[in-house]
């Protein structure tokens, strides 16, 4: 059974940092692109970042220059260092992992999400 797993949500203050991490694990052939989206009370969810097998990124207009999306293809995982925090930051994080679980089977798969909450 495949898991993406989160963690390193919490709260921080306006202008603090946070590194988050999603580790996928089970029966993973191959993993494609991996991203983080975000989802604030009462707003759709959106897209933070996305990063390819390469290393090549792409990021929403709102976080550039302050957060960062890196990977670690040996360990199956994605993570995200959040810097210069802003109320407006706070969501609940999810990452994303386009996934070879069979033969010919790709799939988007979705962690269980971590609460980020920036707040004095």
């Known amino acids: 059974q495949v898991q993406l797993v989160e963690s390193g949500g919490g709260l921080v203050q306006p202008g603090g940092s946070l590194r988050l991490s999603c580790a996928a694990s089970?029966?993973?052939?191959?993993?494609?692109?991996m991203g983080w989206y975000r989802q604030a009370p009462g707003k759709q969810r959106e897209l933070v970042a996305t990063i390819s097998p390469g290393g090549s990124t792409n990021y929403a207009d709102s976080v550039k220059g302050r957060f960062t999306i890196s990977r670690d293809n040996a360990k199956n995982t994605v993570y995200l260092h959040m810097n210069s925090l802003k109320p407006e930051d706070t969501a609940v994080y999810y990452c994303?992992?386009?996934?070879?679980?069979?033969?010919?089977?790709?799939?988007?798969?979705w962690g269980q999400g971590t609460q980020v909450t920036v707040s004095s």
């Open positions: 089970g029966s993973i052939f191959s993993i494609n692109d």
């Open positions: 994303k992992a386009d996934l070879l679980v069979a033969i010919d089977r790709w799939g988007d798969y």
